[in-house]
Nanobody, 114 residues
Framework: VQLVESGGGLVQPGGSLRLSCAASGFTFSSYVMSWYRQAPGKEREFVARITSAGGSTYYADSVKGRFTISRDNAKNTVYLQMKSLKPEDTAVYYC????????WGQGTQVTVSS
């Protein structure tokens, strides 16, 4: 199993970014996919989750209405569209899948600052 995130960067408050997570090594379309994040000095926290076919999504209260998780099972990729970004969204964002065991990507840094 391999999860590779991309799309992070530096953005001003109020800006947008789209993160991608390319998955391989398992039957992507059969598994729930999630995004987590970890800010400096804080524990890793749940951000969003999407069911295997994409029919249901779940969000942390802190991002609800601003972030959108989606997936393209033909491309084995899950996305996190982030809008109205705030400085408190600054963190390393991780892609996560539980395929018998727990798998994490290497993370992508998102920095929201003026």
């Amino acid at each position: 199993v391999q999860l590779v995130e991309s799309g992070g960067g530096l953005v001003q408050p109020g800006g947008s970014l789209r993160l991608s997570c390319a998955a391989s090594g398992f039957t992507f379309s059969s598994y729930v996919m999630s995004w987590y994040r970890q800010a400096p000095g804080k524990e890793r926290e749940f951000v969003a989750r999407i069911t295997s076919a994409g029919g249901s999504t779940y969000y942390a209260d802190s991002v609800k209405g601003r972030f959108t998780i989606s997936r393209d099972n033909a491309k084995n990729t899950v996305y996190l569209q982030m809008k109205s970004l705030k400085p408190e969204d600054t963190a390393v964002y991780y892609c996560y899948a539980r395929v018998i065991w727990r798998y994490w990507g290497q993370g992508t840094q998102v920095t929201v600052s003026s």
